[in-house]
């Protein structure tokens, strides 16, 4: 499968992996979510990882201390300001103009971020890549996405890859010929869930 829809298989497998059940438990082990992506479509290794790497954002969004800390949608949701306005004019400012939850960080350990970070970064990334002007027109360039982002945050090569991933995905979904099936929205695949045992639809 190519990197775009890795991206969404991987957004589904994170969905599912922190879902709770009306006790406050975890709904589906990684058996589960494995047994749910179809054994052919994702190798159990690597539901592994993307299940661990899920987990522990939610543990460490849940882990607070009491302080406020900058939830996820403000990571995803940040824009750069408009020139002259006020405020971060990077996301590596505005992260470090606030608290992360404790088990997430934003500090590279021998060069790298954590997967957890890396995630974020990469919905970051690829919500501003697809976001359009009023005249229906592409708002970033990956240039503009690469200084937004901090120059020493993320690597040129890593933001043209995940703007290339969901642009190509972006197109796919317009320009799709679909001999007359329903194309499935991004939402439809992240928020699909097996249906429960004797229940009609695709396992």
Do not use: C
């Amino acid at each position: 499968i190519n990197n775009a829809a890795a991206a969404l298989l991987r957004e589904w497998v994170y969905s599912i992996a922190t879902e709770k059940n009306e006790l406050g438990g975890l709904r589906y082990s990684g058996k589960d979510i494995h047994v749910a992506a179809g054994q052919d479509l994702l190798g159990e290794s690597t539901v592994r990882v993307w299940v661990a790497d899920a987990r522990e954002l939610a543990r460490g969004a849940e882990d607070t201390g009491g302080k406020p800390v900058l939830e996820r949608d403000a990571v995803v949701g940040w824009r750069p300001p408009l020139p002259g306005a006020p405020g971060p004019r990077t996301l590596q400012e505005h992260l470090e103009n606030h608290r992360m939850p404790e088990k997430i960080s934003f500090e590279t350990t021998g060069g790298k971020l954590s997967n957890a970070a890396m995630v974020l970064l990469r919905e970051w990334v690829q919500s501003l890549a697809t976001e359009k002007n009023e005249l229906g027109r592409l708002h970033y360039s990956i240039k503009d996405i690469h200084a937004a982002a901090g120059h020493e945050f993320l690597s040129y090569s890593t933001v043209r890859r995940w703007v290339a991933d969901a642009r190509e995905l972006a197109r796919g979904a317009e320009d799709a010929d679909t001999g007359g099936k329903p194309v499935l929205e991004r939402d439809a695949v992240v928020g699909w869930r097996p249906p429960l045992p004797g229940a009609p639809g695709p396992r």
